[in-house]
């Protein structure tokens, strides 16, 4: 308690304390609306985006399996289109 006592509180209560106060206040609140504010919603855009592209990646990779089943299927049934188109000579279409 002694020490509270000794503390001069008067000075806390001069102008120049309370216009410095004033002032980083009004900095922090520009900095915050100025800066922080838009870069929210740059964070919200990007996010945005980031789901969109996950979106896309997953659909590539069900086309992906897809393809590769089709791949399989191409690659099982290729002797048997040889034969097939072998066996069968092309015939060209009359004019007309």
Known sequence: MNRLQGIN???LKS????????????VLLIWW??????????LTTVQQQVTADNSTVTQL?????ALKAEQRLVLHELPYLKK???????TEDPPG
């Open 9 to 11: 509180f008067g000075l």
């Open 15 to 26: 102008k120049v304390v309370l216009i410095v106060t004033g002032v980083v206040i009004l």
């Open 33 to 42: 609306f100025a800066w922080m504010t838009p870069e929210a919603s740059k």
């Open 61 to 65: 990779n069900m086309e992906l399996i």
């Open 84 to 90: 097939v188109t072998t066996a069968i000579p092309p």
